[in-house]
Nanobody, 115 residues
Framework: QVQLVESGGGLVQAGGSLRLSCAAS????????MGWYRQAPGKQRELVAS???????NYAGSVKGRFTISRDNAKNMVYLQMNSLKPEDTAVYYC?????????WGQGTQVTVSS
């Protein structure tokens, strides 16, 4: 069984920064991808960033250059550093872990960016 717990969300002004953390427990294998999704009110959940075992990050075009994903395989942690935040980044952010056979999600953490 896999559990994902996010932290670090909050309210920030436009242009500010936040760092999200995701603690994974259970049968976690570093070969499997982890990442962050977000869902804004009235919108579908979308991929924000994902990271491979080698540490290579893949980003949505809307966050490229502003967000950085990182992973600590020894601690089963994944992070999302968010800089130059915009009001349109406001959403619930979910941590993700995929095995191929099943997807796991955290409970989400709210990020609100005020203009």
């Amino acid at each position: 069984q896999v559990q994902l717990v996010e932290s670090g969300g909050g309210l920030v002004q436009a242009g500010g920064s936040l760092r999200l953390s995701c603690a994974a427990s259970g049968s976690i294998f570093s070969i499997n991808p982890m990442g962050w999704y977000r869902q804004a009110p009235g919108k579908q959940r979308e991929l924000v960033a994902s990271i491979t075992i080698g540490g290579r990050g893949n980003y949505a075009g809307s966050v490229k250059g502003r967000f950085t994903i990182s992973r600590d395989n020894a601690k089963n942690m994944v992070y999302l550093q968010m800089n130059s935040l915009k009001p349109e980044d406001t959403a619930v952010y979910y941590c993700y872990y995929g095995t191929g056979a099943r997807d796991y999600w955290g409970q989400g953490t709210q990020v609100t960016v005020s203009s």
